[in-house]
């Protein structure tokens, strides 16, 4: 029996019968298993876009390769399309959409309303009920554990199982260490525990300035009238409170966001989604989806946003927060509320506190994906790769990179950063304070920088490299070259990075040792990733060298010297935080939650001593 011929896909031929209504694609490879899942405005339109003889990116080709059948359903709204889309993804999981594996609920603190005495409680839930108060929700049950412990110290509210509760005869430990006001045996009334009880649902709701204030007018009360101990507990829990608002990084407003951020670097990309409840930052969850077709970061978010909501059963706010603009922004909006049967906004371009999560999230992100592209396991492969891509006969132990870095030639620092296999070594890396050149001339600091390091390594004070990296390209790498020379130094490999016309990462091209030999590698490949890491790295720490010899006068400023800050406001900013050191500390947030302090301010008094 012959084997069956699979015969190959005619997209001309597909491509005259489909229709310009919206719907659902679904892609299938020769075992009609499905490759990937879209949606369109105009389907006819959008498919034809995969058929182009130029302008598809190397992972869509390789996606057009495989397809052996497109099978499609028509839907009557781009809204409607978008529904089915994530509802396919879901049930079919294709290896070329974005796919979400964590599917779990999230943690909780509950505050049951049927109880005269309500305990806060780790709850995890899929869908809230109306037993009682819900905050969250949060992104773990650590974070839930800690938020539980404060309020526990604070408030001395009980954590103890109603069962226990009902069956006590004495109380037990957390009242003897002054973690619980014992309501299980009478020792506090009704009416007392309430109070403390609402006072923590409000530290949860955001507003624990307003119970600060309260507390601290009952602890002047309680001292007018000779109450000491009553005012001494007053005043510590006051103490407490205002350690809690100084480590609630964002807590300025109220509103309920999911904040989704974006960062992608060669190797690898992470979105970080920051959960802010009744205006508090509950925490945060990373995710490194594969981006199968090199999408955009606004095609991106799109579909991960849709997919995190409407393939998943996340809460959802009454605003998302994306760090670019998403695509077909009106149609997943429209989306997204039809699913919460409530409005819901979506938004990238914001200010104020809504630009600090924005910040934070992203700030989050960055770090995520940096940690990840980092770890050893990576780093291992990529020094292999790169010993492959120079045709080296052994694999480099230890590398080098230089950069420069000046303001129209003022405060010009020449960086050099050190890698082995394990990462970063960052107490070999140096700055140096280039003097004595004309301003912008780079290829002089960078000669003057590499002398003086490459003295100090053939006179062995320093470790020797296998790998010198300079970026800049062919100046810069036959500047090297000068200087290797007169040093005498001819056992170390050279290389210079000059970047694409675009100057987008990716399109680099590497120079070996001289400008004749030179190599171009693909964007996947894990050496190029490697020399990217490491002169992104140079370039980071160039910049903050030269920011620092730029500020350093600024840094040293004190609050007599910052317009607006007299007398009395340096009493209340001294009193608050318990000296200078304590106010050089605090972050802008902090510092406008002092009174007489408003935000210009305390962005003012920051930048003063900060830079």
Request: aromatic share 6%; net charge positive.
């Amino acid at each position: 029996m012959n084997d069956e011929v699979i015969t190959a896909f005619d997209p001309r031929q597909f491509l005259k019968t489909v229709t310009e209504s919206p719907g659902v694609y679904r892609m299938l490879d020769e075992h009609e298993n499905v490759l990937y899942v879209g949606k369109a405005k105009r389907l006819k339109a959008r498919l034809s876009s995969y058929f182009r003889n130029t302008g598809l990116n190397a992972k869509t080709r390789a996606l057009v390769s495989r397809i052996r059948d497109i099978q499609v359903t028509v839907t009557r709204s781009e809204t409607e399309a978008l529904l089915l889309e994530q509802t396919l993804i879901k049930q079919q999981r294709p290896p070329y959409n974005i796919l979400l594996r964590d599917d779990k609920s999230y943690p909780y603190i509950f505050a049951s309303d049927r109880h005269p005495y309500p305990a806060l409680e780790l709850r995890r839930v899929r869908q809230k009920r109306g037993d009682g108060r819900y905050f969250g929700p949060f992104t773990s049950s650590g974070a839930v554990r800690e938020s539980l412990s404060l309020m526990q110290k604070i408030f001395r509210i009980r954590n103890c199982e109603d069962s226990v509760f009902a069956h006590r005869s004495r109380p037990c430990l957390q009242y003897q260490i002054d973690r619980c006001t014992a309501p299980c045996v009478g020792y506090i009334s009704q009416e007392d525990y309430q109070r403390d009880l609402n006072h923590a649902l409000m530290c949860m709701e955001g507003k624990s300035d307003q119970v600060t204030k309260k507390l601290y007018a009952d602890m002047e009360t309680a001292a007018k009238e000779l109450q000491f101990e009553q005012a001494a507990f007053l005043r510590d829990q006051v103490q407490q409170l205002r350690r809690l608002q100084t480590q609630q990084s964002v807590d300025t407003a109220g509103g309920d966001a999911d904040v989704f951020a974006l960062a992608e670097r060669a190797g690898g990309l992470c979105v970080s989604v920051l959960i802010i409840r009744q205006g508090r930052v509950l925490g945060s969850r990373h995710h490194m989806p594969d981006n199968g077709l090199d999408l955009a970061p606004e095609a991106l978010l799109s579909s991960f946003v849709s997919q995190y909501y409407l393939g998943q059963s996340n809460e959802m706010p009454t605003e998302v927060l994306t760090s670019h603009a998403v695509e077909d922004q009106e149609v997943l909006q429209e989306a997204l509320s039809e699913h919460a049967e409530r409005r819901l906004r979506i938004a990238h371009q914001v200010r104020g506190h809504r630009a600090q999560w924005l910040e934070l999230a992203q700030t989050n992100a960055d770090q995520h994906l940096a940690t990840k592209l980092a770890s050893r396991q990576q780093l291992n492969a990529r020094f292999k790769a790169l010993a492959e891509a120079l045709d080296l006969e052994e694999t480099p132990q230890r590398m080098e990179c230089f950069d420069i870095s000046h303001s129209s030639g003022e405060a010009t620092v020449a960086s050099c950063v050190v890698f082995d296999q394990s990462g970063p070594i960052k107490s070999d890396y140096r700055r140096f304070n280039i003097e004595g050149v004309a301003a912008g001339d780079d290829y002089a600091a960078m000669r003057q920088a590499l002398t003086r390091r490459y003295k100090r390594i053939q006179s062995g004070d320093v470790p020797r490299p296998d790998i010198l990296i300079v970026d800049g390209g062919k100046g810069q790498l036959n500047m090297a070259r000068e200087v290797f020379e007169e040093q005498g130094v001819f056992d170390i490999v050279l290389l210079g990075v000059a970047k694409g016309t675009t100057r987008k990462p990716g399109l680099e091209t590497l120079f070996i040792d001289t400008i004749e030999r030179s190599l171009t590698l693909e964007s996947t490949s894990g050496a190029l990733h490697l020399i990217q890491h490491i002169r992104d790295e140079a370039h980071r720490f160039a910049i903050t060298g030269h920011r620092q010899q730029r500020d350093k006068a600024r840094r040293s400023s004190t609050l007599q010297e910052i317009p607006g800050i007299g007398p009395k406001r340096r009493r209340e900013l001294l009193r608050h935080f318990g000296g200078l050191q304590g106010i050089r500390n605090a972050s802008r947030d902090d510092l406008a939650r002092v009174p007489g302090i408003n935000a210009q301010l305390a962005t003012q008094i920051h930048q003063a001593l900060h830079g």
